[in-house]
Nanobody, 118 residues
Framework: QVQLVESGGGLVQAGGSLRLSCAAA????????MGWYRQAPGKERELVAV???????NYADSVKGRFIISRDNVKNTAYLQMINLKPEDTAVYYC????????????WGQGTQVTVSS
């Protein structure tokens, strides 16, 4: 079992930056993949970024070059650094963890709101 708690969301102007954190409790952090999903009002939840146990990463086309996912296996924490934010990035962002490095969705955090104003 893995428990996830996100932090770092908030309100930012377009072009600004935010860093989301996801603290994990459990025994398997270093060997599971971590992901960040987001869900905007009226839209389906979408995968934004994934980092596997070997620190290989993958990103949605819409965030490539602007978002960076990373992990600290000592602190049991995953991060999502977001720069050059756009209003269309506004969504609830969810941290996830799982055994699949393509869709790590076995465990979920509660979500954190990111709002980008124009």
């Amino acid at each position: 079992q893995v428990q996830l708690v996100e932090s770092g969301g908030g309100l930012v102007q377009a072009g600004g930056s935010l860093r989301l954190s996801c603290a994990a409790a459990g025994s398997y952090f270093s060997i599971i993949a971590m992901g960040w999903y987001r869900q905007a009002p009226g839209k389906e939840r979408e995968l934004v970024a994934v980092i596997d146990s070997g620190r290989r990463t993958n990103y949605a086309d819409s965030v490539k070059g602007r978002f960076i996912i990373s992990r600290d296996n000592v602190k049991n924490t995953a991060y999502l650094q977001m720069i050059n934010l756009k209003p269309e990035d506004t969504a609830v962002y969810y941290c996830s963890a799982g055994w699949s490095s393509i869709e790590p969705n076995d465990y979920w955090g509660q979500g954190t709101q990111v709002t980008v104003s124009s």
